[in-house]
């Protein structure tokens, strides 16, 4: 069927073309061009959504369009439905927690401004080649996923060489305006993800470039939190906060896509789901499919799986806490090195680890963890070792827990 | 089949042996040119000819007639000379003999003389006449202008026909000089000065002339020497031999030797020469003692000591490429030849032999399919070795290349220019034709040489890693690959595909500027050699090198270089040439093999226990410990290393502390060290070195320190940069649509952990959608479907060698290997360390202790291995094989789809996959290369089976076979077998059991069976009753 619909538009682009071509009018030319791509692009789109089937759930499930959030995030979606009716947006801040929603969000934003072409994306490793000073050249490397629409990269990929980065596509992006079928110059979109990971110098560099070239193009930033984007950079957008879904409803996500698999899915199980996801619809969404995958029909009380290296830090926190000796400390240090290197985030492992701790610690040592957390984790950030800091917080963790022992039976 | 792997095991083994065998046979003809004993010097020849910028052309000793006759028109009275000399050196060597004899001899001597300088005479004239027309010749010459140009003339001798003389150019240089010993070269001169002082004062004048540099004719001069003397001595001791023969004694070496002293006049000559073959041999262990590296370096296959299985998985690779480059048969088809060709089989009378192929024949055909393209050069045409440094990835590539018949062109990438033109201009030249630099040669070149240049070139590009990073390096890359699959330069430039094997050589195969090219590359990860080995190695030399070693002191110079010859080679030479021996104490320990390693290890004794006697002396006051050792870190130099071995040593430090406080002081203390080092501050340095100062204060109550060790952190590094990219592969591998995959950096901490639960569902025995039920099959379908939009599939993994049979079914790994990410509990592999006491050596444990401590840490792992974090499964080998191939199967589907939308295949109903035929035009074909396999394996087996059970009708074979072969020409058919797993399912029919019973009805059943193969092309689901599975 699309193969029929490309074949019209091919016949009807070469019958006009010979009208046109003969007067050689070559922006009505383009114009025709123009016309028969969006053609196309309207008619695989069909094409792309079948294509989602078979995915990840929650691949699968994200809403395309904002009109299918229904559960979570609903009202944001209607807000933003609203924004954008005229088409066109102001640049925008989405920031929220993990899991939350916010790049569904921003897809389904783009979809609704540009149709179903904006889906139409593909990723490709570019380069770019730029002056950092007048003698001296910087290459960068990164991964960017764009359609005709939008680029989406992630800036701090780049290590310190992000502030070059954005100013250099948003540059780029503004040599390249598109021109739509009207003939007006329109706007691209710019998706920065992990903003808040940018150095401060690119967030100035982005601050200045914002505003240089927001006739050609609209940012839309993303972060887990809105306290490490710069005031100044949170003034110039819109910012859109995405919460959290709560426990009900990812239960009623759940039973949707349950209904949608043709599943049956038993209640105690689902809220169970959802409480393990603590409120990470991602995670809610994975773990039922794993769920589904390890033991169907659903047993009510069927064990809801979770990750390998939050089970490894558990059973270091428990090592931990077991025993405060060097030759436990030099167990840990092993154990540490293997979450690093099967890359889990040295952020992340002192989070976890701090968690796993102070969960059978009294009030008073609770605040005592997670002040030594926080200040190797700060350390983290300044240095450029992070086994060094983890081990540096394991072994405060060891002497202050011994003296509260020792005081304790002494 | 075990049985079966073995034979394919031992066949691979008898043939490469066969090939050592040839090869070593080579080695023996040429070798007949150089005596034995310069053989070991070859490098240094090379390296003399290539360095010396001299216009010399390249003769062999052979050729020295015609270069002599040259310059040689007006000495005749030197010849005459020469004649009387020869005359009586030529009846000298055989005294004993009778008068006739020695008549005889004479004359045929005189004989031979004349012939020789008729032969000269005409010699000369013939190059008078092409030396006209020679372009870079030196201007003929006579002696006496020849010595006034700057040569020396000597002749040297040779005992069998003396009538050639050696004419060396010699560049001048003041006299005086020569009577240094501090150059080698001076020394052979000086051995050559004392030659022509005996030949006559000529000579002699001469080499009172100044003398440094002798531009060799073609060889060095002490070799040709050495060369003359053998033939002399052999000549002699042939003749003594003789004589002793005919007197009935078996004279010992030594008493020839004597014999040969006591030869009063005759002999005396050869004593002398004697003397002076002695001193050279002297002077060439001096000179060859420049390096055991290059004088030791391997020269056959057979020496290679870096791990067998890469050095064989290199090799075969190479040997694949036989059928391109010599047109031979490549050792794949070598085997399984007699299988595919039924007439070859019947030719051969089918030994046992052939028997034992049939059996894994499809296995072998399936694999030849895989790993050679249409036109049949390997699928992979470019081979990267990977390898720590001094793992011996250049000695191998380039043993291999000459191993497998050719000859190496070598460029480094380092060295080149970084333009991608230039690499690729010199990447084309390599391959496509001679170098430019042999091209030049090509006159004079000797026939030996010649030999060698005949042989086609294989290009090996070291140091990959080098040039491959930027923009303008992945311009060189691409281009590169391009080249290998021959579209380089469009479709008409193109030369067509690669006609030459490259081999690219790189420390890091996971670099990620490699990464494009690992997908298309043959991977060969050269894993350091085994450590016997090493030591084995070593010893050899040293007993070479006459040097009495240690053999404990050799194994730890091979641990604590980390198995690097490379290092292991210069560290014994240098310590052990002045004394002559290696001894425990010669030894390094761990470490010093990097040179700063050893002050990082002392340094880290003086931080965590030093209170030196003299530091009481040097700094008096309360603050004595901080400022000595504030000096102390500052001369250090390498502040990376400090702060990482610093940290590394802290927990086995034993400071005295039962509370811990000092410890999580220390660690603070490292941990400020760590912020300082990165900082930007002024005096942070200053800061850093305090707060390491700082760690020595908390440490000062600790008095003993059991261990130190290098730190370990790096190893991490690496570790986890390979980890990355891992991950950024599967990044990039995951379909658009997996939006949580695709693009997100944290999809390997949060998506990864339940993708590799979803992919690896219960699917029983996988036997195929056959035998599921319902809720298997469905699972099943989903699990491939999650792959392969995950960009996930299960191939064999290609560092693991084709000759590894065992892991060859099992071994389908996850590719990307994103599996490896949620292994915990075995440690970072390579941080598991060996205590080393606090002198600085490895502790020395009993045989008992170490498996005791090996054991324990064994059964750590283990339960950690096998308490599980996740309860997830893992799919079998079966239910691998199967996703693997429907991952293949729906990536065929769509491509179909977006080659002809219109549908030419029939689209599944309801779940249920029957039996598609598709066709393709041979233009997929070539991107379809498992399910390629997968019909060649069926018809090979198809062949198989009709031979195994036919028994005595064997020309049914014959004819049933041919007709098929035929008809698969032009179109290929693609039949999809439902539920395909390792195990071969075909018809087989109760006649072909019980030929007997039918033989009368042959031949109709033959055009049946025909029937039946087209109706089973079609369904081989309608098999009836008389089908069974094998």
């Known amino acids: 069927m699309h193969g029929g619909n490309i074949f019209v538009c091919v016949f009807l682009f070469f019958r006009l073309f010979r009208l046109f071509a003969l007067r050689a009018n070559f922006s009505s030319l383009s114009l025709l061009l123009l016309l028969c791509f969006s053609i196309i692009t309207k008619n695989t789109s069909q094409n792309l959504i079948s294509s989602y089937i078979m995915s990840l759930w929650v691949d699968k499930y994200r809403p395309i369009e904002l009109n299918q959030c229904e559960h979570v995030n609903a009202s944001v979606a209607n807000h933003l439905k609203e924004l954008v009716k005229d088409g066109d947006c102001p640049h925008l801040l989405f920031y929220g927690p993990s899991g939350s929603g916010k790049k569904s969000l921003v897809l389904a934003l783009l979809s609704t401004i540009f149709g179903p072409g904006a889906h139409k994306t593909k990723v490709e490793q570019k380069t770019w080649k730029i002056d950092a000073t007048s003698t001296r050249k910087i290459e960068v490397d990164l991964m960017t996923q764009s359609s005709n629409y939008h680029i989406e990269i992630n800036p701090s990929d780049a290590g310190y060489k992000d502030r070059y980065v954005v100013q250099e596509v948003i540059k780029e992006m503004a040599r390249s305006r598109p021109i739509d079928a009207q003939g007006n110059a329109g706007y691209k979109i710019l998706v920065l993800t992990e903003c808040d990971k940018l150095s401060k110098e690119a967030q100035h560099g982005l601050r200045r470039t914002m505003e240089k070239y927001s006739s050609a193009c609209r940012l839309i930033l993303i972060a887990d939190s809105v306290n490490r984007v710069l005031e100044a950079v949170r003034?110039?957008?819109?910012?859109?906060?995405?919460?959290?879904?709560?426990?009900?409803?990812?239960?009623?996500?759940?039973?949707?896509?349950?209904?949608?698999?043709?599943?049956?899915?038993?209640?105690?199980?689902?809220?169970?789901?959802?409480?393990f996801a603590k409120r990470d619809l991602r995670r809610a969404i994975l773990a039922l499919e794993a769920c589904r995958v390890a033991n169907y029909p659903f047993k009510e009380t069927q064990s809801v799986q979770t990750t390998d290296w939050e089970l490894y830090i558990a059973q270091i926190a428990a090592e931990i806490l077991a025993e405060q000796s060097p030759k436990r400390l030099l167990q840990v240090r092993g154990r540490i090195y293997e979450l690093l290197v099967n890359c889990i985030p040295p952020?992340?492992?002192?989070?976890?680890?701090?968690?796993?701790?102070?969960?059978?610690?009294?009030?008073?040592?609770k605040h005592e963890v997670i002040r030594w957390a926080a200040q190797f984790e700060h350390k983290l950030q300044l240095g450029s070792k992070a086994i060094i800091h983890i081990e540096a917080f394991i072994a405060q963790f060891m002497a202050t827990y011994k003296r509260k022992l020792i005081s304790a039976f002494a | 089949m075990e049985e079966t792997y073995i034979d394919e095991d031992e066949e691979d083994m008898a043939f490469l042996a066969e090939q050592d065998l040839d090869d070593d046979e080579e080695n023996a003809g040429g070798a007949t040119q150089n005596p034995p004993g310069t053989q070991d010097l070859d490098w240094l020849e090379n390296e003399a000819n290539g360095?010396?910028?001299?216009?010399?052309?390249?003769?062999?000793?052979?050729?020295?007639?015609?270069n002599n006759t040259e310059n040689d028109d007006d000495d005749d009275g030197d010849d005459a000379e020469k004649a009387a000399a020869k005359k009586k050196r030529s009846i000298n060597p055989t005294p004993s003999l009778t008068e006739e004899e020695l008549a005889k001899e004479l004359a045929e001597k005189k004989r031979k003389q004349q012939e020789l300088e008729r032969k000269e005479r005409e010699l000369e004239l013939e190059l008078l006449r092409y030396k006209s027309v020679a372009r870079n010749a030196p201007p003929l010459l006579t002696s006496a202008e020849a010595v006034s140009a700057g040569f020396r003339v000597i002749s040297v001798t040779d005992p069998k026909d003396s009538t050639h003389r050696v004419y060396l150019k010699v560049e001048e240089r003041p006299f005086g000089e020569l009577d240094g010993d501090s150059n080698d070269e001076n020394d052979v001169l000086l051995s050559e000065n004392q030659l022509a002082r005996k030949k006559g004062k000529r000579g002699y004048d001469h080499a009172r002339a100044t003398i440094n540099r002798i531009h060799l004719l073609n060889e060095p001069i002490n070799d040709m020497l050495m060369e003359i003397e053998e033939k002399k001595s052999a000549a002699l001791a042939a003749s003594l031999e003789e004589q002793a023969n005919r007197e009935n004694t078996m004279p010992t070496e030594e008493e020839m030797r004597s014999a040969e002293e006591e030869e009063t006049m005759s002999v005396e000559d050869f004593a002398e020469m004697q003397r002076k073959k002695k001193k050279i041999i002297e002077l060439k262990a001096k000179i060859a003692s420049a390096s055991w590296l290059t004088k030791y370096a391997p020269r056959k296959f057979?020496?290679?000591?870096?791990?067998?299985?890469?050095?064989?998985?290199?090799?075969?690779?190479?040997?694949?490429?036989?059928?391109?480059?010599?047109?031979?048969?490549?050792?794949?088809?070598?085997m399984n030849h007699s299988i595919i060709n039924p007439s070859v089989m019947k030719a051969s009378n089918g030994q046992n032999r052939n028997n034992n192929y049939n059996n894994n024949s499809s296995k072998y055909q399936q694999k030849t399919e895989e790993l050679y393209d249409a036109s049949g050069r390997p699928m992979k045409k470019i081979a990267l070795v990977s390898g720590g440094p001094g793992s011996g990835k250049t000695t191998l590539a380039h043993i291999a290349a000459k191993h497998a018949g050719y000859r190496v062109v070598e460029i480094n990438a380092a060295s080149t220019q970084k333009s991608t033109n230039g690499l690729v201009e010199a990447v084309k030249q390599a391959v496509e034709m001679r170098s430019v630099l042999e091209s030049m040669k090509g006159i004079s070149v000797s026939t030996r040489s010649d030999s060698q240049n005949a042989r086609p070139n294989c290009l090996v590009i070291d140091e990959i890693d080098a040039i491959f990073g930027g923009n303008e390096g992945k311009g060189a890359m691409s281009a590169l690959l391009k080249l290998a699959n021959g579209t380089l330069g469009g479709k008409k430039n193109s030369n067509g595909p690669l006609n030459r094997p490259i081999i690219l050589i790189c420390n890091d195969m996971y670099s990620a500027a490699l990464r494009q090219l690992r997908d298309a590359s043959k991977l060969v990860r050269l894993r350091p050699p085994l450590a016997a080995r090493v030591t084995g190695r070593l010893r050899e030399i040293s007993s070479k090198e006459k040097i009495s070693s240690d053999p404990r002191a050799l194994?730890?110079?091979?641990?604590?270089?980390?198995?690097?010859?490379?290092?292991?080679?210069?560290?014994?030479?240098?310590?052990?040439?002045?004394?002559?021996?290696?001894?425990?104490?010669?030894?390094?320990?761990?470490?010093e093999s990097k040179d700063v390693g050893a002050k990082a290890l002392e340094m880290m004794r003086d931080v965590y226990r030093g209170r030196h006697a003299f530091m009481e002396k040097t700094y008096p006051g309360p603050a004595k410990h901080f400022s000595w050792m504030y000096d102390r870190l500052e001369t250090f130099g390498d502040d990376n290393l400090l702060l990482e071995s610093t940290f590394e040593n802290l927990p086995s430090a034993k400071l005295n502390d039962s509370t811990m406080e000092m410890f999580a002081l220390a660690s603070n203390d490292i941990s400020n060290a760590d912020i300082f080092k990165s900082s930007k501050l002024a005096n942070s340095t200053d800061y850093f070195y305090g707060q390491i100062a700082s760690v020595h204060h908390r440490a000062s109550g600790c008095s003993t320190m059991d261990s130190v060790e290098f730190p370990k952190i790096k190893t991490a590094e690496r570790e986890l940069q390979r980890k990355r990219e891992i991950t950024k592969e599967w990044m990039e591998k995951a379909k658009i649509d997996s939006r949580s995959i695709s693009m997100r950096n944290s999809s390997s901490v949060d998506v990864l952990p339940y993708v590799l639960t979803i992919i690896a569902p219960d699917v029983g025995r996988a036997a195929g959608y056959d035998f599921m039920s319902q809720n298997e099959s469905e699972v099943l379908k989903r699990a491939v479907d999650v792959t392969r939009s995950a960009g996930l599939t299960y191939a064999k993994t290609s560092s693991k060698g084709s000759f590894d049979r065992s892991t060859y079914s099992a071994g389908l790994q996850l590719q990307p290997a994103i599996d490896e990410l949620v292994k915990y509990g075995c440690g970072v592999p390579g941080m598991v360390s060996k205590p080393i006491s606090a002198n600085g050596a490895a502790i020395r444990m009993s045989r008992e202790e170490w498996i005791a401590q090996r054991n324990a840490l064994n059964d750590e792992r283990d339960k950690l291995r096998n308490e599980k974090l996740v309860d997830r499964r893992e799919l079998g080998p079966n239910a691998r094989e199967l996703v693997a191939r429907e991952v293949t199967m729906d990536e065929i589907r769509e491509r179909a789809r977006s080659y002809n939308p219109e549908g030419v295949f029939t689209p599944e109903k309801g779940g249920e996959r029957g039996v598609e035929k598709k066709q393709f035009t041979n233009q997929n074909v070539v991107n379809l290369p498992q399910s390629a396999a997968y019909d060649e394996m069926k018809k090979a087996s198809n062949a198989r089976l009709e031979l195994g059970?036919?028994?005595?009708?064997?020309?049914?074979?014959?004819?049933?076979?041919?007709?098929k072969s035929l008809t698969t020409v032009g179109v290929t058919k693609y039949k999809y077998n439902e539920g395909f797993t390792n195990a071969l399912r075909r018809t087989v029919y109760m006649k072909d059991l019980f030929p007997g019973m039918v033989a009368s009805k042959d031949v109709e059943e033959e055009e049946g069976e025909k029937e039946e193969d087209e109706k089973e092309a079609i369904n081989n689901k309608n098999r009836g009753e008389e089908a069974m599975m094998v």
């Open chain 1, 235 to 275: 003034s110039r957008c819109l910012p859109v906060r995405v919460a959290a879904p709560r426990a009900e409803d990812i239960e009623k996500v759940l039973y949707d896509i349950a209904a949608k698999e043709k599943l049956t899915l038993p209640p105690q199980l689902c809220s169970k789901v959802a409480v």
């Open chain 1, 347 to 365: 952020t992340l492992i002192f989070q976890t680890l701090c968690f796993y701790l102070s969960k059978r610690l009294d009030d008073e040592m």
């Open chain 2, 51 to 66: 360095g010396a910028t001299q216009n010399s052309n390249k003769r062999g000793p052979s050729d020295f007639e015609k």
């Open chain 2, 302 to 334: 057979t020496d290679l000591i870096s791990d067998e299985r890469s050095n064989r998985e290199l090799l075969r690779w190479l040997k694949m490429w036989d059928k391109i480059v010599f047109n031979k048969k490549t050792p794949d088809q070598m």
């Open chain 2, 555 to 591: 194994s730890q110079l091979a641990e604590t270089c980390e198995l690097d010859i490379r290092a292991c080679l210069n560290h014994l030479q240098y310590k052990s040439l002045a004394r002559g021996k290696f001894t425990m104490a010669d030894a390094p320990i761990s470490g």
């Open chain 2, 949 to 963: 059970f036919s028994g005595g009708n064997k020309h049914r074979i014959a004819a049933s076979t041919k007709p």
